[in-house]
């Protein structure tokens, strides 16, 4: 079909630049030719200076004696042909139209042929609506049959509780009378709220499905456009097919686009958009019932959506789909892990510890990057390592090994890194300690992995204060290794961090005495220059700012207090990372020990080497007894 809109298309416009050159070639050449008098032409034909005449109406081409091309108008009713024959002169006739329509459609054609144009491109620009140009208020829901791929339950993993709540609506749809014969009404619609890339989509196509009946989609977008009125136009279109085809199920994606609160933004909002919403609300519950169409929505904005749109009667259920759990994002990995070949060494539980906070969109990514990597290199099947470089890849970046660090750069990281992992690990309820590397990532120069054995739900205060020493460990270890003077700016990100976790603890969660048990969080906004917020004196600024002040210190000391009791292991670890750049975890520990690494990429019978203890200030010299201060 598009093909032939654009053949069309250029066939439309051949002919119009061809009637354009045919109505002004004439034109054209009247304008090359220089224009004489009447009655100068007639002097020069009695004195024998023209040798040619083409008699055209009343239009005189001449071609003069010596070759010039000239031009005149001979006066309506003047008869010039018998005096050209008797001066020799030759003459030329041009057979004029007899009828009228012929000239009159070399007139109008140019400006049909726009007119043309001009709505072939307008229909583009709607989109190529239904029913060409004149079909902007047909609805845009597309149909959706087997044929794009059918989507069951089975496919979906990791939200059990919205699958329930979904899987009763495919019931209803199978078997109405279940739910009838107890006064029961089959919802009108379902509302899925979650952030992006949970499966909001994915659950729907299920439900089509799992229900075997017809399923519409659309896009809140689709129904905004350039004109007024268009909108709710395409509404009752819509609802129109779908009650050609109930009992089916309409799913309307990114609902906020068309279903934001009314009367909002300068001079009450957008007009078309909310003549849409009010044409969406009444179809969905008004005088006349929509019986057996079930109204499915997705969105990730349920704040800005107007609460008429929310009312039992219109969206009875409103799903939450939230970001899955550990164990949720085993089973995601393990749908998508069916359609790549994995190796035996693959164990999701790992790698479902070490994605917290990924959606079922961002795992499925992962495992992309896995298979591609394993592609990359010609291997046969996808291995644990794969899965990890892609992990590291999606969360941290890409490896930057052409970032080219000085010998005193590598060093420093080593020794802020082996700080983070010495402290975490010292640490009883900190997450232990997955991997440690210093090659750039991102914008990182090295990094210290932890991975929880479950997902965090929720923060203690001894737990957060350990979080903080083992975040202000890089900087401790820094100031130990190289002294007051020699600290850099790598701790910036760490004091971000603490900072956040600190104000949190302070103003948000209620974990200092002196501050007390009220949320300050909304006042430090407004008192940071954002609006809203209530006032506060300041003598509790300067308490709030003075607690987060001392919960940092607090976190730097002990973290320094761990890194001087175990120096030989700080120092053992950080020799470590500059001879082997990532560790894992149970490397980490082998070090610690000081046992020996084995492996293919181990230099065999390596041992670590053996340090000596630096006290809080000094460095160690090449033989082991450290300079002094």
Known sequence: MGNARNLAFWVVLFLMILALFNLFSDGTATMNSRQISYSDFVERVDNDQISAVTIDGEDLMITGADGQQYSTVRPLGEEITDRLIDKNVDVKVVKQQQSGFMSMLGVWLPFILLIGVWIFFMNRMQGGGKGGAMGFGKSRA????????????????????????????????????????????????????????????????????????????????????????????????????????????????????????????????????????????????????????????????????????????????????PNPDIKGREKILSVHARKVPVGPDVDLRIIARGTPGFSGADLMNLVNEAALMAARIGRRFVSMEDFENAKDKVMLGVERRSMVLSPEQKEKTAYHEAGHAIVGLSLPKCDPVYKATIIPRGGAL????????????????????????????????????????????????????????????????????????????????????STGGFSVSAATKELIEQEVHDLIEEGYAEARRILIEKNEEFERLAQGLLEYETLTGEEIGKIIRGEQLGGDDDTPGSAIPSVTAVPKTGKPTPGGDPAPA
């Not at 929720?458 to 460990?473: G, I, S, V």
């Not at 209620?510 to 006042?523: F, H, L, R």
């Open 142 to 321: 597309k149909l959706l049959t087997e044929k794009h791929g059918r989507v069951t339950f089975d496919d979906v993993a990791g939200i059990d509780e919205a699958k329930e709540e979904l899987e009763e609506i495919v019931e209803f749809l199978r078997n109405p009378q279940k739910f009838s014969r107890l006064g029961g009404k089959i919802p009108k619609g379902a509302l899925l709220v979650g952030p992006p890339g949970t499966g909001k989509t994915l659950l729907a196509r299920a439900i089509a499905g799992e229900a075997g009946v017809p399923f519409f989609t659309i896009s809140g977008s689709d129904f905004v456009e350039m004109f007024v009125g268009v909108g709710a136009s395409r509404v009752r279109d819509m609802f129109e097919q779908a009650k050609k085809s109930a009992p089916c199920i309409l799913f309307i994606d990114e609902i906020d686009a068309v279903g934001r609160s009314r009367g909002v933004g300068i001079g009450g909002g957008n007009d078309e958009r909310e003549q849409t919403l009010n044409q969406l609300l009444v179809e969905m519950d008004g005088f006349e019932a929509n019986e057996g169409i079930i109204i499915i929505a997705a969105t990730n904005r349920k704040d800005v959506l107007d609460p008429a749109l929310l009312r039992p009667g219109r969206f009875d259920r409103q799903i939450h789909v």
């Open 446 to 529: 090295g990094m210290v992995v932890s991975l929880p054995e479950m997902d965090r739900l929720n923060f203690h205060k001894d737990e957060a204060k350990q979080k903080l020493a083992m975040t202000m460990a890089g900087k401790a270890a820094e100031i130990i290794k190289y002294g007051e003077e020699g600290v850099s700016n790598g701790p910036a990100g760490d004091i971000q961090q603490a900072s956040g976790l600190a104000r949190a603890m302070v103003m948000r969660w209620g974990m200092s005495d002196k501050v007390g048990n009220i949320d300050y969080a909304e006042a430090h906004e407004g008192y940071s220059g």
